[in-house]
């Protein structure tokens, strides 16, 4: 049984996995209360499937990047759940997790999360390539580095079409839109929010694969 923890930006997300389905699922917008959220809403979580903390057998966090501190409370929180009971630790980046439901061939994917000021974390990713991502973290390549940019410092970066996904407020949508008539896709509400299901997902596959991390090494992904 995976626990999977996410709260990187002011979207947090708790989720329970056995290797063939999400078992339970909660995710909300804490933003700046992760410290206080996170830690009932994991109880919870174990409460409404009937399972034990004695049933978990590895850990997964998201390690930005994100905020500097919602990063650091999810990823927290799993280190002490690791070191406490001898489990596997398995983190991955933020941006990772938003761009591994959008598997589709034909556009580039540029995956955004808030990081405040009106700026946001994103990278590029295409499908199947030579990219950045290591392996067993999704089927998409990562084509560039993580970048800290407004919106306006993002578009010339880019060559559309290109699908956007992730947390990209209503109002830059609109200036895409306008900017790209008929060049960008953006993703709906439903398939932006950024799910601990997906990343239980996505930290199975590398766990089975025998990769995982070394809890007192492992840190959050944090950019300028």
Same mark, same amino acid.
């Given at each position: 049984?995976?626990? $999977?923890?996410?709260?990187?930006?002011?979207?947090?997300?708790?989720?329970?996995?056995? /290797? @063939? =389905?999400?078992? &339970?699922?909660? %995710?909300?917008?804490?933003?700046?209360?992760?410290?206080?959220?996170?830690a009932?809403? +994991?109880d919870?979580?174990?409460r !409404? +499937?009937h399972?034990?903390?004695?049933? !978990?057998?590895?850990?997964?966090?998201s390690?930005g990047p #994100?905020?500097?501190?919602? %990063?650091? +409370?999810?990823?927290s929180?799993?280190?002490?759940?690791?070191f406490?009971?001898?489990? *596997?630790?398995?983190?991955? *980046? %933020?941006?990772?997790?938003?761009?591994y439901?959008? =598997?589709d061939?034909?556009?580039p994917?540029?995956?955004?999360?808030? &990081?405040?000021?009106?700026r946001?974390?994103w990278?590029?990713?295409?499908?199947?390539?030579? #990219?950045? $991502?290591?392996?067993?973290?999704?089927?998409?390549?990562?084509?560039?580095d993580?970048?800290?940019?407004r919106?306006?410092e993002?578009?010339?970066?880019?060559?559309?079409?290109?699908?956007?996904? /992730?947390?990209?407020?209503? @109002?830059? &949508?609109?200036?895409?839109?306008? =900017?790209?008539p008929?060049?960008?896709?953006? &993703?709906?509400?439903?398939l932006? +929010?950024r799910?601990? #299901?997906?990343?239980?997902?996505?930290a199975?596959?590398?766990? @089975? $694969? /025998?990769?995982?991390?070394?809890?007192?090494?492992?840190? *959050?992904?944090?950019? #300028?």
């Open positions: 049984m995976l626990l $999977a923890l996410d709260s990187a930006t002011d979207f947090a997300s708790v989720a329970l996995y056995d /290797g @063939q =389905q999400v078992l &339970a699922e909660t %995710t909300w917008r804490s933003q700046r209360r992760h410290t206080v959220d996170l009932p809403q +994991v919870a979580v174990l !409404l +499937v399972v034990t903390p004695a049933s !978990l057998t590895a850990v997964a966090a390690i #994100g905020s500097y501190t919602g %990063t650091r +409370v999810a990823l929180l799993a280190k002490g759940i690791v406490a009971r001898n489990l *596997p630790l398995i983190g991955l *980046p %933020t941006l990772d997790i938003v761009a439901p959008h =598997q061939p034909s556009l994917l540029c995956a955004l999360v808030s &990081a405040g000021r009106g946001y974390a990278a590029l990713y295409a499908p199947h390539g030579n #990219g950045l $991502a290591g392996p067993g973290t999704s089927e998409l390549s990562r084509l560039t993580w970048r800290l940019d919106l306006d993002v578009l010339p970066l880019l060559s559309p079409p290109v699908c956007f996904a /992730g947390e990209l407020s209503p @109002q830059d &949508a609109d200036v895409i839109r306008k =900017q790209w008929g060049q960008a896709k953006i &993703a709906p509400p439903s932006a +929010v799910r601990a #299901g997906v990343l239980a997902e996505m199975w596959r590398r766990w @089975q $694969a /025998g990769a995982f991390d070394d809890p007192a090494t492992l840190s *959050p992904i944090y950019l #300028g």
